[in-house]
């Protein structure tokens, strides 16, 4: 028998540090925060749809980067031509002034290098080849130089300038230096970052936007002088999100750029070249950005996400005609053949699914039109590239190679197994591949059940434009029966506000149950995720914001959780804990509030299985349960479903609630509540100790009892270990021996109660087939009771103390209190939590 804090606490640091040598973030030498973010909204991303448009020098033609490969458009045509198809994805193409060449980016799997096409011979140079991330490379207009951002030497978004000669990259500096600003920030690191770069016609200066003393949002437009780089001019104030990518006109008179300006969808504006008041050019509930002028002045390119994908158009600036710009002729550098490929279940039926498709190359192929998406994290001991799929309904038509090598994967979440079919190198493709996906068998005793991401947000400023009947058929390709879209803002935008509705509880739903809450936005004490919003959505979502009227702690999360009780909503918190957080010890910055509100009775579910580190997370979730507070296991991805590059898609991280009565949202309430349910990312699980089940309780005598314990285990991955905790420690670990896919074990343990007992299943390290830091599942705990003793743990107590403790500090320290009555409600809170921690430390039952 093997105590889990041995397990938890050591080798959990040893795990961890094994695993992120084996699961990296997706282009690591990028050092900034919230990588998640910028990884979307700034980072090229691998598209069906078109993005970066370019025009040619005479007008006619535009390029641009689609499905990783640069095309070559006329205007008034619908033929593309393929420009590059070579080892790599490749993006953000600029023409040259004389027309003979393009810039672009080639991400290669490992970083992101400016390469030069020379369009006659279809030769491609690479200009830079550093290692770094070098993005966005703008021509100067007379051709001799390029400005670009590069992370190299710094981890940060650095503006740079080259001179460009025979083909060579010359000269290489920053044009603005690596520099920390004195203003506090929010989601953005304390060093500033110069982005969107491109030149003024005379090549004189170059407009970008940058951050520097700003405190929200990516920062204001300025420009600098290219000969005198400390003049640095604020032309426009406004709070920014990545992809203002502002461009003066050809006559240098005013400028467009993409804006959000306090709505909630990107759209186009122009403003006076020095500075002025915008006038919107564009308009709708969709995004509008990336806009280009063209030579002669009269029209914009640009990216609009209207139809949910990318797509292009071309914008008269003069009166306001908007053309889109099809490409339904692809004119591919090799030869192609067009295959179906079929997901299928054990009739022959087709099956909605996750599909990946991956040539020789490690390069991923998608339909047409698909919404492609990626893992945010690569493997790099097997995989060139970060993991893509796209969600089919089953029947997909997929141009490839002719011949392989290609490996088609399906999956379609935790309950079925996922079906790879390969075909070698010299393999002519069939016409058709068919998958057939074969659903776990599960003990008869155990389920059914009802399957559920409670974190989700269906648009969250990403490259697509999703809707809620494209969420319900993500969530039905991931088998998911019930989605939480966690309505919550970005910057000053809340995409989804117009969707929020109170639940129809007693509604029966035959399809994807589609729920609106709301994930309450305080960084400084923890976001939490608000369920059952019966009458109506918090507004503002968060405190805490400094340099705001929002800058006061208050109302801290208990109060939220007052409102939401009132209105028969559950609380939870989401995305709880990283490792690094709580050990080898706690992080002096560390002052979620978790402790304070489960003291006061206020959390009714428990993100375990989450964006965060699921072993981490648990082990404060177990001290919790040892000071004998009753919290249901919870799980959510955190899915930004409208974005390309995503930890995960939905459905990643589930809980599973058992379906008692009709499929409505009270009783999926209920069950969550109750906590008869279990959390995962890859196993399924099933526990019955005396035949009661995760959410019930067991009572015993005040001796040491036996109990009857039955379990099975079903996983997609090969699992490490599956074990039954007793408050916390392995009571009984199962012992695989070939097969670690499956399990199905009885037996008898012996407890002297009180405490919970809970069966989990857990790797050391992360699997490719899981996009999640590593595979972790548990069940809500089964209690045990006993008569005259309740379940007080010394040193979770003392754990909690500890932490309440930098609460406390940093609550009295805080200035931005509106009353002092603000100040006196929060401290009266914290008093009570220490209260509950000091009656377990003096008061022990265990440890």
């Not at 973010?37 to 691998?46: A, D, G, N, S, V």
């Not at 969600?391 to 997909?396: E, P, V």
Request: net charge negative.
């Amino acid at each position: 028998m093997i105590g889990f804090r041995k397990i938890g606490l050591a080798g959990l640091l040893i795990a961890t540090g094994t695993l992120l040598g084996q699961r990296i973030p997706v282009l690591p030498q990028i050092q900034l925060p919230h990588d998640y973010y910028f990884r979307e909204l700034y980072l090229p991303q691998l598209m069906s749809g078109p993005s970066a448009p370019s025009w040619s020098p005479d007008g006619r033609q535009l390029v641009y980067a689609m499905g990783g490969s640069l095309w070559r458009q006329e205007i008034g045509s619908q033929t593309a031509y393929q420009l590059t198809d070579g080892e790599g994805y490749d993006y953000q193409p600029d023409w040259s002034p004389d027309g003979k060449e393009i810039l672009f980016v080639r991400y290669t799997g490992k970083a992101v290098e400016v390469m030069l096409l020379e369009l006659a011979t279809g030769e491609v140079t690479p200009l830079t080849e550093n290692g770094a991330a070098n993005l966005e490379p703008k021509w100067s207009p007379d051709g001799q130089a390029i400005a670009f951002v590069s992370t190299l030497g710094t981890g940060h978004f650095v503006l740079h300038k080259a001179a460009v000669s025979s083909g060579q990259l010359q000269g290489a500096t920053p044009l603005v230096p690596d520099r920390i600003s004195a203003i506090k920030r929010y989601y953005y690191s304390e060093y500033d970052h110069a982005i969107n770069p491109s030149w003024s016609p005379d090549g004189r200066s170059i407009l970008f936007v940058s951050n520097r003393e700003v405190a929200h949002g990516t920062g204001n437009i300025v420009s600098v002088a290219v000969d005198n780089p400390e003049e640095f001019t604020v032309l426009h104030k406004e709070e920014t999100a990545w992809k203002t990518t502002p461009e003066l006109s050809p006559d240098g008179s005013r400028m467009v750029y993409s804006s959000y300006q306090g709505r909630n969808w990107q759209q186009l504006y122009i403003l006076p070249a020095a500075g002025g008041y915008p006038v919107q050019l564009t308009y709708g509930d969709y995004d509008n950005t990336a806009p280009r002028w063209s030579p002669d002045g009269k029209n914009i390119a640009y990216i609009s996400n209207r139809t949910g994908n990318t797509t292009l158009w071309v914008l008269d600036s003069y009166f306001g005609k908007d053309s889109e710009v099809v490409a339904s002729d692809l004119r591919y550098l090799q030869p192609r053949k067009e295959v179906v490929i079929r997901t299928v279940d054990g009739s022959g039926k087709p099956i909605a699914s996750r599909v990946s498709v991956t040539d020789g190359r490690g390069k991923f192929h998608a339909p047409r039109n698909a919404w492609i998406q990626g893992d945010d994290s690569t493997y790099p001991d097997s995989q060139t590239y970060e993991t893509h799929y796209f969600h089919s309904t089953g029947m997909a038509r997929v141009s490839l190679p002719i011949r392989g090598p290609i490996l088609v994967t399906a999956q379609k979440g935790p309950d079925f197994r996922i079906a790879k079919q390969p075909f070698a190198a010299a393999e002519v493709l069939p016409d058709t591949i068919t998958l057939g996906l074969e659903p776990w068998e599960i003990p008869s005793s155990f389920g059914p059940w009802w399957s559920g991401d409670l974190h989700v947000h269906m648009n969250y400023t990403g490259s697509y434009r999703n809707t809620p009947e494209i969420l319900k058929g993500q969530a039905r390709a991931e088998n998911v029966d019930f989605v939480y879209n966690l309505i919550v803002n970005k910057e000053q935008r809340i995409p989804d506000i117009d969707l929020y509705a109170p639940p129809d509880g007693s509604k029966t739903e035959q399809d994807v149950m589609l729920l609106q809450g709301q994930e309450y936005h305080s960084s400084f004490w923890g976001h939490l995720g608000l369920l059952n919003l019966t009458e109506h959505y918090l507004m503002p979502d968060y405190v805490g914001y400094p340099y705001t009227a929002l800058e006061s702690i208050y109302p801290h999360n208990s109060k939220v959780a007052e409102v939401v009780h009132r209105q028969k909503g559950l609380v939870g918190y989401v995305h709880p804990f990283y490792d690094f957080q709580l050990f080898p010890k706690q992080s002096e910055t560390l002052i979620n509030a978790l402790p304070v509100d489960a003291a006061l009775g206020n959390v009714d579910y428990y993100e375990v299985v989450g964006f965060a580190h699921h072993k981490a997370s648990a082990e404060v979730w177990h001290m919790l349960l040892n000071c004998g507070i009753r919290i249901p296991v919870g799980a959510g991805t955190d899915a930004m479903a409208n974005y390309a590059s995503l930890r995960g898609p939905v459905g990643l991280n589930r809980v599973y609630v058992e379906a008692r009565g009709d499929f409505t949202s009270d009783n999926v309430i209920g069950q969550i509540r109750s906590g008869r349910s279990f959390a995962t990312n890859g196993a399924l699980l099933g526990l019955k100790v005396n035949g009661a089940g995760p959410g019930e309780t067991i009572e015993i005598g005040d001796k040491e009892t036996t109990l009857d314990i039955r379990a099975f285990m079903r996983s997609s991955v090969p699992v490490d270990h599956l074990e039954v905790l007793w408050n916390g420690s392995a009571i009984k670990e199962y012992t695989f021996k070939k097969d670690r896919t499956t399990a199905d074990f009885d037996g008898k343990i012996k407890v002297d109660g009180p405490g919970w007992l809970l069966l989990r299943a857990w790797n050391d390290e992360a699997h490719p087939d899981l996009p999640d830091y590593h595979p972790y599942a548990t069940t809500s705990p089964i209690y045990v009771t006993a008569p005259g003793r309740q379940l007080r743990s010394r040193s979770a107590a003392a754990f909690f103390l500890e932490w309440i403790g930098r609460i406390e500090k940093a609550a009295q320290a805080h200035q931005g209190y509106r009353t002092p009555a603000e100040k006196r409600q929060l401290l009266d809170d914290l008093a009570t939590a220490r209260k509950f921690y000091e009656n377990c430390l003096n008061n022990p039952t265990i440890d």
